[in-house]
Nanobody, 124 residues
């Protein structure tokens, strides 16, 4: 059974940084394309970033380009989302998700396995 577990969320001041982790169990993460999504209260879930399987090209939402970086550590079976220059509008529950396709997507329905989410709050 595919399981994804997110960690690393928390409360941070505007301009601060956080690193989110998405760790897999039951499967090798490098065989999957991994997306990070977020959902703020009253808003739809949106794609933040994505890293392709077996090669690792990446995509970012315009709202996070230059501030967020997605990466893999295959030895740890983990995908990271390094978030810098955080803004209050980045506040949301962040989810990682996996799909077997080689291409990235920012559409939640295209991902079949999800973690439980981790809360990120950016506030002074």
């Amino acid at each position: 059974q595919l399981q994804l577990v997110e960690s690393g969320g928390g409360l941070v001041q505007p301009g601060g940084s956080l690193r989110l982790s998405c760790t897999a169990s039951g499967f090798t993460l490098d065989y999957y394309t991994i997306g990070w999504f977020r959902q703020a209260p009253g808003k739809e879930r949106e794609g933040v970033s994505c890293i392709r399987r077996s090669g690792g090209s990446t995509n970012y939402a315009d709202s996070v380009k230059g501030r967020f970086t997605i990466s893999r550590d295959n030895a740890k079976n983990t995908v990271y989302l390094q978030m810098s220059s955080l803004k209050p509008e980045d506040t949301a529950v962040y989810y990682c998700a996996a799909r077997t396709a080689y291409v990235c997507s920012n559409v939640p329905l295209n991902f079949g396995s999800w973690g439980q989410g981790t809360q990120v709050t950016v506030s002074s």
